[in-house]
Structure formats: C-alpha cells, structure tokens
C-alpha cells in the first residue's frame, strides 16, 4: 500500500509539470474489440478532449510556456485538429490567434475555428504549403509560432497521457496503438512510457496508405517526403515525419504498419456502432489495427505476443473534421 502511494505521488509531481488545458480523459474497456482480439482493449478516450483531440495536451503547454497574456497572438498552421487546440487555448488565455489551414480541410473545421474566434486564413492544397505561410507571418507579424507536431514542449504535454494509464491500468500494456501524422503524438508517447518505466512495450504506428510518411521512412532508413498526400486522412497529412520520431522509430519495439481509406472508412462505422462515438478517418487509422487484424496478423508472425503480456491500449486521438456530411463523403470516395 504504501509502494503505491509513493507512485501516485511521483505521478502526481511528474504531471504537475505539464500544465494545460486538457482534461485526464477516460479509459474505457472496448468489448467489442475484446472479443475480437481475445485479450483485453482499453480505449483512451482523447476524443473526449476540450478541442475534440490529443492536441490540447501537447499546444496547451507550449502556449502557457511561451505566449503570456502580452502576446501579439498565436499561429499555427493546421489541418484541423492543432488549429483548433491552438484557438481554444487562445480564447482561455484572450489572445488572438491565426490559423492557416490548407484547402484540403472540411469546412466543418473551418467553421468550428471561427466559433473560437480564430482569424483563418486557407493557404495552399496541402498543410506544409500552409505551414510555409504560418512561418511568413509569425515573422512579418511578430507572432508566437505553434508547431503542430514538431517541439518538446508539444511531445511533454503529450507524455501526460501515459502518465494517465500509469495512474490506473492494473498492469503495463502489452502494447500501444496510436496513428502518426506528423510524429508528435508518437513522440510525446515514447517519452511518456519512458518516463513511467514502461519503455520497452510495443508500439504499433497506424498509418493510411497516401498519407505515410513515417512509414515511408521507416522502409527507407531516412527521412522521406511524399509528392502529395493522396488518403482522405487529411489530418495525418503531413508529407514529412518529423525527425525526432524517425529517430524512435529505429527503437526494436516500434512496429509501423498501413491501412486503406477504405479500411479506416470500416473501423470508423464499426467504432460508431460498438462504441457510440464518432471519429474522423484519422483516428479510424488505429482503430483499424484491430477492426482489420493487423494485431491478429502481427502476431501470427510473431511480431506481438500472443497472446500480449498485458491490456492493448488504443489510443482514439479523436479529431473535430467530421460530421455527419463528411460521413456521407467518405462513404463515396473510400474505395
């Protein structure tokens, strides 16, 4: 007893540290996926978050580090989801924020960073022709630049997530399924498991096929920038990883796998009907990992274990680019 509430009290100082605006989101057993996999699937819940994803965690505390109250304004070029976790945090704090977004994101996005009061402007077809744009005028304009996936203060405030499950799985996990854009939920992730002890436990990178770029990298041994981002997962739309998750992605418990529009489009439906949430394809991508048995598969070839040591924990990183009209989208161009 007295073991545990030394760890409770290191988690708690540890998590003190990472100041932001998110909430500690659930962490639910999936049944459904359970039954699927034949051990246990826990569901964390980042769908749940103030902005609709993990990335308030992360841009939370970036901004709290380096934007105070006399700030000009926060930028950050976005698909959607770290747009709207930049302009959330922007309101909390009532400074005004600018967000570039590509022609490629839903209008339902658009939409939803105006509700917040952000300035939006759409620059380019893809997110590194709006993040070019966003860098121009953090520098023209004398605004502070929020980096959607790419600085440690962005992978500290994603480390919290794990320090969550810490707090409350009855064991470590036998593995850890989450998707990459940009790499920096991964980041935070291996930083986080670190942290906690838990290092060596498998780490399963969903992608979809057009927006691949880490796993590009992976394969290649190097860096790799895609020509376009082909999948109707625009929010995993960068076409370069960052270069700190190219670096984890070399660790012999990363595993990095892909699925279809189509694939994804599936897990989504099926997530829907088993768990009563709705996702956008983004996040479908991990969701997938199960619902597609790529899992199953990876450990028929004895890459996982199988059966896993411990609990396969999903992380639902959420997304706010998805309505019921986007829906009916995908259904007609995930083929």
């Known amino acids: ?4 509430f030394v760890c409770l009290i290191i988690i708690i100082i540890i998590m003190s540290d990472v100041q932001g605006f998110h909430i500690n989101s659930p962490l639910i057993e999936s049944i459904g996926m359970s039954m699927r996999l034949g051990s246990p699937v826990y569901l964390k819940m980042e769908s749940s978050q103030p902005s609709g994803s993990f990335k308030i965690r992360g841009i939370g505390h970036l901004i709290q580090q380096v934007a105070g109250s006399e700030s000009n304004g926060v930028i950050c070029s976005s698909g959607g989801n770290a747009g709207l976790a ?3 945090a922007a309101r909390k704090l009532n400074i005004p924020a600018t967000i570039i977004v590509p022609s490629s994101s839903p209008k339902v996005v658009l939409e939803k960073l105006q509700d917040h009061g952000a300035s939006v402007r759409v620059v380019g077809k893809v ?4 993040n070019a744009e966003a860098v121009r005028l953090a520098e023209s304009e004398n605004l502070t630049l929020v980096p959607p996936f790419d600085h440690p203060l962005l992978w500290k405030g994603h480390s919290s997530l794990v320090h969550e ?4 799985l009855p064991c470590e996990p036998g593995a850890v399924v989450l998707c990459v854009g940009g790499g920096g939920l991964f980041c935070g992730v291996v930083q986080g498991l670190d942290e906690v002890g838990w290092g060596h436990v498998p780490i399963l990178c969903m992608e979809t096929v057009g927006a691949d770029c880490f ?23 960068a076409k ?4 700190q998750a190219f670096e984890y992605s070399k660790r012999p418990n990363v595993i ?12 989504l439906e099926l997530f829907l009907d088993e768990e009563r949430v709705l996702v956008e394809l983004a996040c479908a991508a991990s969701l997938a990992a199960v619902y597609s048995g790529v899992v199953q598969r990876l450990q028929d070839e004895g890459r996982l274990r199988k059966p896993l040591a411990g609990p396969l924990v999903v992380i639902v990183c959420g997304g706010s680019s998805i309505n019921l009209a986007q829906l009916q989208h995908l259904r007609t161009v995930c083929k």
């Open 165 to 168: 499950l810490k707090a409350v």
């Open 1 to 4: 007893m007295v073991r545990y």
């Open 86 to 88: 930049t302009a959330y």
């Open 127 to 130: 997110w590194d022709e709006a």
């Open 215 to 237: 796993n590009a990298a992976v394969k290649a041994g190097r860096l790799v920038t895609l020509p376009d981002i082909t999948s109707e997962a625009k929010c995993l739309g």
């Open 240 to 243: 370069t990883a960052c270069s």
């Open 256 to 267: 990095s796998e892909l699925v279809t529009d189509r694939q994804a489009l599936q897990a």
